[in-house]
Each structure stands twice: as C-alpha cells, then as structure tokens.
C-alpha cells in the first residue's frame, strides 16, 4: 500500500507534529508528512521538521489582509501535494468556511477538552473551575463552527484537587500525543469514512466517540 500523504499545519512547539513523526519513524503509520505549514516565522515545530528533512513553509497570517487571503495563500502550497489528510496540530488560527469545505471530510484537529465542552481557549482552567472530575482531549474532523466537527476519539484524564493549569495541560498533552496518531491511522486505512456525512466505522455508524481511557481503547 502507498503511503498515505500528510500535510501538517502548526503555529508553536510542534509536540503532536513529533508525536505523528515518531508514530511514522516506528512504522505505526503508513504515512509521510509531504510539507509542515506555519504561520509563525519562530515556530519551534519548524525546527523538529527540518532536523527530520521534512520541508516546511511559512505563510504569515500578518501579511494578509483578511483571514479569504491567508486560506487562498495555504491552500496554493497544498493542493498541489494532493494530501490524503491536512493535519492542524496546534494551529491557531480560525479558519474560513471555504477553506473548511475544500478539504471537508480530510482536515482533522485536536483540542484539549472533551468537545462539545469547552470549545476555545484555556480549556483546562475551565475544567478546574468548574470543578470537572474529568478533562481530556478530542480529535475531531473539522466544521465551519469554532472547534466542531464530528469526533473521532477522546482521551479522558482524571482532573486531580491538587491540579493547576499547567499541571493538567502536561496530562492532556500526553494523551494528545497517543490519540492523535490513532485517529490519522485510522483514516488513512479507510476505517474511518463518511456516508452522507455520517461518520462511520469499519463501515458502522459512529454514535459516539471512541474512548482512550488507561492506555485502551473502547
């Protein structure tokens, strides 16, 4: 089998682009990332791509007049590569409707929450003042609202008394990590398709998320 072809879209550290790269490296997915996107010249993720030989582009959003402009500029360095998945690992930037529609149904994200809870920012200080037993992380297929789209799998985490911010998002992002390069191997083996925009599995309506809970998955 061909190897599937990724393109991955980032703004900072780059830490799920490793893990996808190290799922890659020990053969636990048949993938290569063709391009690593940013839209910040300082992204560090810049740097793990390039010590992989991975090329990478910088589009900054700064230069563009509006969000149409920025979109058109990505997707001139995309859809020439023809990728089987566009992969947002921590890239913040809101996306147009256009953009979403031209890749609908291969454009993925994660999010730190166990979406439809807390869509946005500082998801984790939302679980902890709400006084959430447990957090967690969604990936998801993604749709023209803010953080919606239909979920794949979910990571639960614990949210402990003695838990900061800071404390729960190191949890999070270690699950992050386990369920992101999943999800992508899940769709690019074809297990993971849509039938009249419905989500499905192995060829079966996927009414709820799959659910990574102690290293399994159920």
Avoid: C
Avoid at 20 to 44: F, H, Y
Avoid at 48 to 58: K, W
Avoid at 125 to 139: F, L, R, T
């Amino acid at each position: 089998m061909d190897k599937a072809s990724l393109v991955v879209l980032i703004s900072g550290t780059g830490s799920n682009l490793q893990a996808i790269i190290d799922a890659i490296k020990n053969n636990e997915l048949n993938a290569e990332i063709s391009t690593v996107i940013s839209n910040q010249v300082s992204a560090a993720g810049l740097e793990r791509a390039t010590r992989e030989n991975i090329t990478t582009h910088v589009i900054e959003h700064k230069r563009y007049p509006n969000r149409e402009f920025f979109d058109q500029a990505l997707m001139q360095v995309i859809d020439p590569l023809k990728p089987d998945l566009v992969v947002l690992a921590g890239f913040m930037r809101i996306l147009s409707d256009n953009f979403v529609e031209h890749y609908r149904h291969r454009l993925i994200n994660i999010h730190p929450s166990l979406l439809p809870k807390y869509k946005g920012l500082n998801t984790h200080q939302k679980a902890i003042s709400n006084k959430d037993k447990v957090h967690g992380a969604s990936v998801h297929y993604v749709g023209t609202e803010l953080d919606s789209g239909p979920v794949v799998i979910q990571a639960e985490v614990p949210v402990l008394a003695t838990d900061t911010a800071e404390t729960l998002a190191k949890r999070v992002l270690k699950e992050e990590h386990k369920i992101y390069p999943l999800a992508i191997k899940l769709h690019i083996e074809g297990r993971v398709t849509f039938d009249d925009g419905q989500l499905k599995l192995d060829g079966q309506q996927l009414t709820r998320p799959l659910l990574w809970k102690n290293n399994q998955l159920s």
